[in-house]
């Protein structure tokens, strides 16, 4: 398991800057039966750490001084608008005999044949999905195999994901997760309008050029 190290800090409100100048992120961890804590991680450690965990993995937090340990999810992280570094965090600590809900990402891989054969395009409906499970039987991600889809008929289904008997989907089995679809023809598509509006507009212009030449044969008459 993931271990996370943490001290606390209490720097608050404005002084947390000087927490990131000094490579640290600020952190705060709740859950049912303990207060929130205020801590301090590793600027690095804990970058590295998300990208193994993600917010669905529960991973093992130490507080300097302190020998008890605790189960955590990554709950919530904040990130820089500008630079895209992460500037706070937010750790969970669940009650793990209560099953929770969380959002799993879906990663794709393989190769499809009607991508790769018939020139189609893979779509992917569902990029993540939100399960029910025992925090310590949260997957990290969910895998999907595309080389499933060899023809345009084929499609992945939530109810083929390989989540195993522990956990729970929370969406319609029957929703589409990815398929491949034929390139659209989308010339011919445009072409087709643009040419009945040039129809439409000569049509017009040549009843206007009747209704004049129509007046200007016609005798003046009196109102």
């Avoid at 917010?55 to 955590?72: D, H, R």
């Avoid at 054969?117 to 595309?146: C, F, Q, Y």
């Avoid at 023809?185 to 072409?191: F, G, M, P, R």
């Avoid at 212009?205 to 129509?214: A, S, Y």
Wanted: charged share 30%; aromatic share 4%.
């Amino acid at each position: 398991m993931l271990t996370l190290k943490s001290k606390l800090r209490t720097e608050l409100g404005r002084d947390t800057q000087e927490i990131r100048k000094s490579g640290f992120v600020p952190a705060v961890l709740y859950g049912p039966g303990i207060g929130n804590l205020n801590l301090a991680v590793d600027a690095k450690e804990f970058v590295k750490l998300f990208r193994q965990s993600g917010k669905s993995s529960l991973i093992s937090l130490a507080i300097e001084g302190q020998k008890n340990t605790f189960m955590v999810l990554i709950n919530d992280i904040d990130t820089d608008p500008v630079s895209g570094n992460i500037i706070h965090a937010d750790l969970y600590q669940p009650d793990l005999t209560k099953e929770i809900e969380a959002q799993v990402p879906i990663i794709f891989e393989g190769e499809s044949l009607a991508v790769k054969d018939l020139g189609g395009t893979l779509v992917k409906n569902i990029s993540e999905i939100t399960v029910k499970a025992l925090p310590a039987d949260l997957p990290r991600e969910i895998r999907v195999d595309i080389s499933k889809l060899k023809t345009f008929e084929d499609a992945i289904l939530v109810k083929d994901l390989n989540i195993g008997e522990k956990v729970e989907l929370l969406k319609n089995p029957d929703e589409i997760v990815a398929l491949a679809a034929p390139v659209q023809k989308v010339e011919e598509e445009l072409e087709k309008p643009i040419e009945e509006k040039v129809e439409e507009v000569g049509k017009v212009e040549k009843e206007k050029k009747d209704v004049v030449t129509e007046e200007e044969a016609a005798p003046n008459s009196k109102k």
